[in-house]
């Protein structure tokens, strides 16, 4: 694996997943909706949560809407995180198993091998299969979503705009409020309002290497003041706005290409 000397921080962003190559810092407890992977670059990592522990590894994972808390023994580490409504049912669970399985060390070495083939450089960042056929061999199967769902969602990540509200994506889906949270809660395994919090946060992502003035960039991805925008980052990160910031200098941010963008071709072994 890479020395410190010759480590290259990055992270790549796709709408359904996150590849991250950098420092892990010292977070509190997390409670993402997403699938999280940790990774060891060197030394050995332990996670503790509710229904999670695992201790002195090289791969730890944390299952989606898991409290947890990750540290380390070297300060850099790997991190993959999956979001699930975008992938399908039962796919998680099989890769769970996986994952704490024989197959471990195989994943261990897939990892590092397809963060070796990201940091070699690539024209145009990687698209998700191409960061699932790096880090798995093959594309995770993809989830079939009600189309009133999926239209929701587009509408819940627009950051361009005022924040979607329920009311506004049950008239658009043509249901009452209580049957479109219901149906979305049943497509997503999320409450519509834990799925629009958790993306915000996940927008910030989009802005950590780039100078920035924190309180407008909190309203600008839609929080109403700063301290709503502190507690949401630290509730699914861990850790506080600034501290996030200040952990990325020097971190290289991919985002997805457009479609039909030529995109990372290779495979790790």
Not at 35 to 45: C, M, P
Not at 102 to 115: D, I, M, P, Q, S
Not at 134 to 153: H, K, N, Q, T, Y
């Amino acid at each position: 694996m890479n020395t410190s000397a010759d480590w290259r921080r990055l992270m790549v962003i796709t709408p359904e997943r996150v590849f991250y190559a950098g420092l892990l810092g010292r977070p509190r407890n997390r409670l993402s909706i997403g699938f999280h992977i940790y990774v060891a670059i060197e030394g050995r990592l332990s996670l503790t949560g509710a229904g999670c522990a695992q201790d002195d590894a090289d791969l730890v994972f944390a299952r989606p809407h898991e409290s947890h808390s990750v540290a380390s023994t070297h300060p850099n580490i790997l991190c993959f995180v999956i979001e699930p409504e975008t992938v399908a049912p039962g796919a998680l669970d099989r890769l769970a198993d996986q994952l704490a399985g024989g197959a471990r060390a195989t994943f261990v070495a897939r990892f590092r091998a397809a963060y070796r083939a990201l940091a070699g450089g690539f024209s145009t960042a990687p698209d998700s299969a191409a960061l699932d056929l790096l880090c798995f061999g093959e594309s995770l199967p993809a989830r079939a979503m009600d189309p009133r769902i999926v239209r929701a969602v587009r509408e819940i990540t627009a950051f361009d705009r005022a924040p979607a509200t329920a009311g506004d994506c049950a008239a658009g889906a043509g249901l009452s409020v209580s049957r479109f949270l219901h149906l979305f809660r049943e497509q997503t395994g999320a409450s519509f309002r834990v799925f629009r919090a958790a993306k915000r946060a996940r927008h910030l992502l989009n802005f950590v290497s780039e100078p920035t003035n924190l309180a407008h960039l909190a309203q600008d991805i839609g929080y109403p003041d700063s301290t709503h925008f502190s507690h949401s980052i630290r509730r699914f990160y861990g850790l506080k706005p600034r501290a996030i910031f200040s952990g990325s200098r020097g971190l290289a941010v991919y985002r997805e290409p457009t479609p039909g963008a030529a995109c990372l071709a290779a495979g790790a072994t």
